[in-house]
């Protein structure tokens, strides 16, 4: 089992920045890959980033340029700094990873007014 807790969500104006940690615990050393998927309402879930156990990293191309996710193993914890942020990243950031399954976080609100 794989717990992930995140943090760091808020209000921001446009153009500002966020950073995300989704702290991670349990059976982790099996983690494929992991992280960050987004909802914002009336939307379907959508992927905007994540990092695999090699260290190889994938972005929306919506987010590309403007976020960067990154590991820091000793903290077993992942993170997304979000830059330049526009009213349309408005969502709840949803921490996700993946061993056999997939195990998802509580998930955290991120609001960019204009």
Known sequence: QVQLVESGGGLV????????????????FRINAIGWHRQAPGKQRELVAFITSDGSTNYADSVKGRFTISRDNAKNTVLLQMNSLKPNDT????????????????????????
């Open 13 to 28: 104006q446009a153009g500002g920045s966020l950073r995300l940690s989704c702290a991670v615990s349990g059976s982790s």
């Open 91 to 114: 969502a709840v950031y949803f921490c996700y990873a993946v061993d056999l399954r997939a195990y998802w976080g509580q998930g955290t609100q991120v609001t960019v007014s204009s």
